[in-house]
């Protein structure tokens, strides 16, 4: 084994973290992940910054909090001048590829205000989170009266699709997300009752196959050192899987839902508002639950079986010997735990991910097969890699808000974090415009410090408060309670550090600012000096000595 010169970032979309059996799910075997997790550290506090496909994947992808660099919501676009990891990669002399989703929305008006064509090398990285693209694919071509959701998602797989025979003019939705009745007719996989229907396609043919092939096609093609981001696009929803995936888990496979009767008689507006949004209405019934997670367990399972096909690929090329791979999701997916369905809340089954990273490097042999508890957050990832990378991360510091893992991997400390923290823009949900809230006040932000886990919510909405050591389902809120006072203003003091950060100064990094300190006189600027004896000779030289003639009672 030597130093890594390659890494592979894999992301999967909406995969929970207690779905994977090396996390100790006893029903749903993920050999393939927990053989990766086994040579490797798996983390296992390892948490989101939003719980939301976008703003989750910004900031893993620049290493900076949402409010940090303000794409806060799904199709808000990342600004111009927010560097990203294929920027810090190149800066380091890595090439930064994508295959999959990234769910990033360019800046266009940003761009032409610059002048900077989206076809040009610069404009199309701007336009593609920092990536040099071998294939975008978000994974999303739903339509409705409006038009596409995305106009330019699942373009190149639906042409794979149609080049295999798979009819129609969106085969994407017809065949590969959803499924067909006797008489031909489409069984949407957008309709919850369809999700233990088998989808409509050959199952490697399916999306996640089509991945693993074409991430497998760059690393053939590729010349170190680079980083491939393979992101894939499921367990995500539409809930439906292909054969023989659809047919494996039943009733006696699943989880019991973590939920309580107090939960749904809750006195908070937010979290009886998600309650009662349409998927947490419809994962609140058994019925539709057991239906979804037969597709969900599946689609995990099928994930797993294609990291098996990818890894054994790996060993045969030798690529095992030279990549540093790392596994991670953007959220998790609440499958109508606390009567909530997707993610777009805090606690665990949406905002902590699995996260397992292997490093080929001799010196990563002491970790192999531990369990790291430490906090850690996704923006760690991007330090991490610019120092796998051959950069040195402290002298980003002033971009950067994550630590690097690597020393960690390779016998050190973990990065010495108190809290982690979260945040969720909820201003474009009908909610927001349910509870009479301006964009400034639609917005909640989590502080964990390993026990404690408080949700803050701005627009004079009461906070919330659980404690994960005596309630690690999560399902007493203590937000109102007086007994708590005292820990609810410890966090907030944690919090409200965390807000006065400064963030956005980066164009000028923290050691410019250490050795700018005191040399104001090495330039001229003399500020309370009284006489020409106060200060060295040195630096009041060009001021001493100097003669002029006297133009005072010149005409």
């Known amino acids: 084994m030597a130093e890594p010169k390659n890494i592979l970032f894999i992301m999967f979309d909406q995969l929970r973290w207690d779905y994977l059996s090396c996390y100790g799910h006893p029903h749903l075997h993920t050999p393939h992940i927990d053989r990766l997790a086994a040579r490797g550290v798996r983390f296992d506090n390892a948490y989101i910054q939003s719980p939301l496909c ?24 990342l600004k111009v001048g927010e560097l990203t990891l294929g920027d810090h ?37 701007v336009s593609e989170c920092g990536f040099d693209v071998f294939e975008r694919d978000d994974g999303m071509r739903p339509e409705g009266p409006d038009g596409m959701y995305d106009p330019g998602g699942a373009l190149k797989y639906n042409d794979y699709l149609r080049a295999q025979g798979y009819a129609g003019d969106n085969p994407w939705h017809d065949h590969a997300n959803s499924g067909v009745d006797d008489a031909g007719n489409v069984l949407s996989g957008w309709f919850l009752e369809n999700s233990d229907q088998p989808a409509n396609v050959r199952e490697t043919d399916s999306e996640t196959p089509y991945l ?13 050192p680079w980083c491939c981001h393979l992101s894939y696009i499921k367990p995500h929803w539409p809930y439906i899987v292909p054969e023989p995936y659809a047919s494996m888990y039943g009733p006696q496979d699943f989880l019991p839902r973590v939920a309580s009767d107090a939960e749904r008689a809750t006195d908070h507006p937010v979290y009886a508002g998600f309650q009662r949004a349409p998927v947490g209405q419809a994962l ?66 949406s905002v902590k991910v699995p996260l397992i990273i292997y490093d080929p490097s001799e010196q990563a042999e002491a970790t192999r097969g531990t369990v790291c508890d430490s906090l850690v957050e996704c923006i760690d990832l991007v330090p991490t890699f610019v120092q796998v990378a051959g950069g040195d991360p402290a002298r980003l510091d002033h971009i950067l808000e994550g630590q690097s893992l690597l020393p960690m991997l390779r016998g050190g400390a973990a990065p010495a974090r108190d809290a982690v923290f979260c945040e969720y823009d909820y201003s474009a949900t009908p909610l927001a415009g349910k509870l009479g809230l301006h964009p400034r006040e639609a917005r909640m932000f989590m502080v964990h410090d390993g026990r404690w886990k408080m949700v803050h919510f701005d627009g004079g909405i009461r906070p919330m ?73 040195e630096l009041v030289a060009h001021y001493v000595g100097r003669r002029a003639p006297d133009m005072r009672d010149k005409p």
């Not at 999560?474 to 937000?479: N, P, Q």
Request: glycine share 12%; charged share 25%; aromatic share 8%.
């Open 284 to 349: 609140s019934r058994d019925d539709v639950r057991d239906k979804v997670l037969r597709a969900y367990m599946g689609l995990i399972k099928q994930c797993d079986d294609q990291m098996g096909v990818l890894f054994d690929w790996l060993e045969t090329t030798g690529r095992m010997d030279d990549t540093l791979i790392v596994i991670t999701s953007d959220h998790g997916d609440f499958l109508g735990d606390h009567w909530l369905g997707e993610k777009t809340f805090f606690q665990n089954a």
């Open 54 to 77: 976008g703003p989750s994947r910004m900031s893993t992808y620049t290493g900076r909090y949402v409010h940090s660099h303000g794409a806060s919501w799904n199709n808000v676009p």
């Open 465 to 537: 408060l659980f404690d994960l050591r005596n309630d690690p389902g999560e399902l007493v809120d203590l937000g109102a309670s007086d007994a708590h006072e005292g820990v609810r203003a410890r966090l907030y003091d944690r919090l409200h550090r965390w807000a006065r950060r400064p963030a956005a100064r980066t164009t000028f990094p923290n050691d410019a600012f250490i050795a700018a300190r005191g040399k104001g006189y090495r330039k001229g600027v003399l500020i309370g000096v009284v006489g020409e004896s106060d200060l060295d000779p």
């Open 212 to 224: 693993t092939r074409r991430a497998m096609e760059f690393i053939a093609g590729a010349t170190a």
């Open 89 to 125: 990669l190149r800066d380091a002399g890595m090439g930064c590829w994508l295959v999959g989703k990234t769910h990033m929305k360019a800046d266009a008006a940003g761009m032409a205000r610059l002048g900077l064509e989206p076809d040009s090398v610069i404009g199309a990285r």
